[in-house]
């Protein structure tokens, strides 16, 4: 009998253990899917916000600027730096991770969140906020703008810049970004309008090779970059997206 009881007690200790250890598993599959819907859920909330206050400062634009169009002080205090910009030749451009602070602040106009866009790559099923500065913070939050480059609001002359992590540890970013060909459309959605752009090339870089990141006369593009290969940090993949006209 008290053979018995011990292996019944033996047999018990291991189905609990087994369970733990299944359990254990089961977490560890689930949670990049977990941390992934979280990370799609907040920026899904912070749209809902951003989207809300373009709506109502497009209601209450002072008659005297000529235009339903929200936050226009802030959009040709854009404008006038990106022309800054191409004029200077981007004399001030460095490697995108050495950036850390953005030199505008968007709540002096108005716009709250320090979110200053959208983009939304169909392709890679990746839609992610567009913060100012690549520190640390706004990195593991979303896309980064690259301080002295183009800001996303289009136009001739312009050469925005986003840089994303190739993965990040509770969401994809820019992980699949290889995934991207020539043609495929990506979309940026500002505080006025949404742009639309077009894949039109794709290069592997050195994270000291700036000039390939500079405005490219007479063109209206968006450029991708993250690290390359997957994991490492030695290189840059950089996708040149051009803007399509309705």
């Known amino acids: 009998m008290e053979r018995n009881a011990k292996r019944k007690s033996r047999c018990r200790r291991l189905t609990i253990v087994a369970v733990v250890l ?22 899904r909330q912070q749209k809902a916000s951003f989207i809300r206050q373009t709506e109502e400062t497009s209601k209450n634009t002072p008659k005297e600027f000529g235009t339903s169009l929200p936050f226009e002080e802030l959009y040709q205090e854009l404008k006038r730096r990106n022309e800054t910009l191409f004029l200077e030749k981007q004399k001030e451009l460095k490697d ?17 969140g320090g979110i200053i866009g959208f983009v939304s790559i169909p392709k890679m099923n990746v839609e992610l ?50 995934k991207l060909e020539i043609g495929d459309e990506i979309y940026i959605e500002n505080f006025r309008q949404t742009l639309t752009y077009r894949v039109a090339q794709l290069r592997i870089i050195s994270p000291t090779d700036v000039q390939d990141l500079l405005i490219q006369e007479g063109r209206d593009l968006v450029t991708l970059i993250t690290c390359h290969p997957y994991r490492h940090n ?13």
Do not use: W
């Open 22 to 43: 299944s359990l254990a598993g089961l977490t560890i599959l689930l949670f990049p899917a977990c941390t992934d819907f979280l990370y799609r859920e907040g920026v």
């Open 96 to 112: 995108p991770f050495s950036y850390q602070q953005p030199d505008i602040d968007l709540s002096e106009y108005g716009l709250k």
């Open 129 to 178: 906020p567009i913060l100012l500065g690549a520190n640390m913070e706004n990195m593991r939050a979303g896309a980064v703008h690259l301080t002295e480059t183009s800001y996303p609001i289009g136009g001739e002359n312009t050469n925005c810049v986003l840089a994303a992590h190739r993965g990040a540890s509770h969401t994809a970013m820019f992980r699949d970004i290889e």
């Open 234 to 246: 030695s290189q840059r993949y950089v996708v040149y997206c051009q803007r399509v006209y309705p």
